[in-house]
């Protein structure tokens, strides 16, 4: 049963790996056997992050909102161990801007960054998934893919999109052997939702709110990625799954 979450011999990329969940991403998938390519903007963080890896790992320091460089960095990624088998996209902007205070340049960059360069770097990468006849993109998704939350507009309707996306993607290329899935994690305390986890009260609502009663700890993602980025999910595409301790089941 091990070899089906193994992933000796695989090449993964990571974007968003300096911190938060997809730090945790990047961890996991090394640990795991693969070779992890790591791309954020902050290369000490980067440089942090290899440091407590095992196994092989390349950094990349990469601003992700610029699309103009997709190309060139999907290049760059596939130099260190060669083309990616697995590519997950954790980097991501919540600008927390009310609905009547939603500038276009937030919009701009929310949608560039959590929907658009999802997309477009999936694109300069799946062509070596196909040939291959194997691959694995995995999205993050979020609460606010169904949920509305206050200060949220631009980011849930990024978050709506990655949904769909997902679903686009899966149907586009599993054929091809590539399967599309998303995650959609709940509260984790992450440099992102650190306005939440800085009010008690909150994130104790938040917590009551899931059937489990607790928020998420980092290493709650470690089974449900591995899951969907090794043999274990053959048969799983176009997915959202929600890693909430059931808050959207309430």
Known sequence: MNGLFDLSGKIACVTGAS?????????????????????????????????????????????LSDQSGLKDLARRISAPFGTPDIVVHAAGINTRQSADDVTPEGWNATMDLNLATPFFLSQQLVGSMKAKGWGRIVTFASLQTTRAFPAGLAYGASKGGIAQLTRAMAEAWSRHGINANAIGPGFFRTEL??????????????????????????????????????????????????????????
């Open 19 to 63: 911190s938060g969940l997809g730090r945790r991403a990047a961890l996991v998938l090394a640990n795991a056997g693969a070779r992890v390519v790591g791309v954020a903007r902050r290369a000490d963080a980067l440089t942090e992050w290899q440091a407590e890896s095992s196994g092989q790992t390349a950094a990349l320091s990469y601003d």
């Open 193 to 250: 939702t650190a306005p939440v986890f800085s009010d008690p009260e909150r994130a104790a609502r938040n917590a009551a709110q899931t059937c489990v009663g607790r928020n998420g700890e980092p290493e709650d993602i470690d089974g449900p990625l591995l899951f969907l980025c090794s043999p274990a999910s053959d048969y799983v595409t176009g997915q959202v799954l929600m890693v909430d301790g059931g808050f959207t089941a309430k």
